[in-house]
């Protein structure tokens, strides 16, 4: 079979090339998500998994054996990105009502699921996936269980197509012993939660209830939310604890250990750099707050949020990053950039790469398929101009999900070259 030797630019792919099998990125710059680099590297895949990653310059192989050698020589190789506890897929434009499905009506819905709620043609996810982000943990919002997440693709013909783990778990928003008051610009006296105790009682009947229909050999009717709870018991799946402040994250510990569960991951946690010791020793892991926000407490340093990610780090507590908050569907995009800004914050670069790849498909229970370029798992990767973790060089300009080619241009690209001929602006 002839071998088809691509040279890759910014703006040239050889297209006819792109159904082939068996393909070859060469001469790139791979960074593996693993902490582990390759200046000049190979790594290949066929039928939609890698089956070789190698340092080129210690590795000789059979170029011969590929249908296509991309020469990508100068540019940089990363693993997809994953952006965990979001509601992409679940939301097109935050004005208008009608396009949101992420959040349903009463405080415990442990049974309603974002698989089959999935918008696999939404606007949003063209603009995620060309800046890298490959995968997405659709999450559900609002009440006490808000619900069970799945994890999806970026690219699929429907949710069944996407899905890559269905159900992975359950969100708990755990009651708060302090409501904040005002924003983050104009902010005012936070208040006691008078309802703490309270709140705290009916959430611990309800999940004494649900364990004791767990245990139960026979029941007189099922019951869809108890139903939804039997795999948090069992292990199987993870129960996400958002919550920030340090009295709350110790007291959703104490709840941990009280019920006996198996797996939990604090969302959130702005307060977890002060009980790093408790996180490790319960083994629990934290998907951080968004990076790019400020302190609760006045007398804070103002950069503590960004810091937030070395300090973990630095006690050993496994962390990842999220976006949620404000305009967080749209905002997923800049998931690198958040990982950008923890590794000026202290992280080394692979480390502030690993917070957004293999580090969130450990939380998420997918890192035998993704999160890093290693032999044998899916071929979900992305080729970059520069670093991807720099707003001024990122500039993704090929990539793969289950090693077939997706697109690297959406309709913002389009718009912006329709503008841009009609009033003859040049880069």
């Not at 159904?19 to 200046?39: M, P, Q, R, T």
């Not at 340092?55 to 050698?69: F, G, H, M, Q, V």
């Not at 269980?145 to 999806?152: C, I, N």
């Not at 990842?320 to 997923?332: I, P, S, T």
Request: net charge neutral; proline share 3%; aromatic share 10%.
């Amino acid at each position: 079979m002839n071998n088809i030797l691509i040279f890759m630019t910014a703006f040239s792919l050889n297209l006819a090339a792109q159904n082939k099998s068996h393909i070859l990125l060469k001469n790139g710059f791979a960074h593996l998500g693993n902490g582990k680099v390759f200046e000049n590297s190979y790594v290949a895949f066929k039928d939609g998994k890698i089956e070789l990653v190698a340092d080129a310059r210690l590795t000789k192989i059979d170029l011969s054996k590929y249908d296509t050698i991309i020469d990508v020589f100068g540019k940089h190789i990363y693993p997809g990105l994953i952006a965990p506890n979001c509601i992409i897929g679940l939301q097109e434009a935050e004005s208008i009502r009608a396009t949101s499905d992420y959040a349903e009506v009463g405080d415990f819905n442990p049974h309603i699921r974002s698989l089959i709620a999935f918008n696999t043609e939404s606007k949003i996810l063209e603009t995620v996936k060309t800046n890298g982000v490959l995968y997405v943990q659709s999450t559900p919002r609002n009440g006490v269980l808000s619900g069970t997440s799945s994890v999806f693709a970026t690219e699929g013909w429907n949710w069944e197509d996407a899905v890559i783990k269905k159900d992975d778990g359950v969100h708990l928003n755990f009651p708060k012993s302090i409501i904040k008051n005002g924003w983050w610009a104009e902010p005012l006296p936070s208040d006691i939660n008078t309802n703490y105790i309270d709140e705290i009682k009916t959430l611990k009947t309800f999940f004494e209830n649900a364990l004791a229909y767990y245990k139960a050999d026979v029941h007189i009717e099922d019951n869809l939310r108890y139903e939804a709870m039997k795999e948090i018991f069992s292990g199987n799946k993870i129960l996400y604890i958002h919550t920030d402040y340090v009295k709350d994250i110790i007291a959703a510990i104490n709840f941990r250990n009280q019920f006996q569960l198996k797996k939990v991951v604090i969302v959130g946690g702005k307060d977890s750099y002060k009980v790093t010791g408790l996180l490790r020793q319960n083994n629990i892991a934290v998907m951080i707050n968004r990076l790019h926000d400020l302190p609760d407490l006045p007398e804070a340093e103002t950069d503590l949020i960004y810091k937030l990610p070395y300090l973990l780090q630095k006690d050993s507590v496994l962390f990842c990053l999220q976006n949620q908050g404000d305009m967080e569907a749209m905002n997923a995009r800049n998931l690198p950039f958040l990982a950008g800004t923890a590794a000026a914050y202290g992280l080394k670069k692979e480390e502030a790469l690993q917070s957004i790849t293999l580090n969130a498909a450990k939380i998420l229970g997918i890192d035998h398929l993704v999160g890093s370029i290693e032999v044998g798992k899916i071929a979900s990767i992305i080729i970059s101009e520069g670093d991807i973790l720099d707003m001024k060089t990122n500039r993704v300009i090929l990539a793969y999900i289950n090693g077939k080619q997706i697109k690297t241009k959406n309709f913002q690209n389009d718009l912006y070259k329709k503008y841009a001929d009609k009033f003859e602006i040049k880069e």
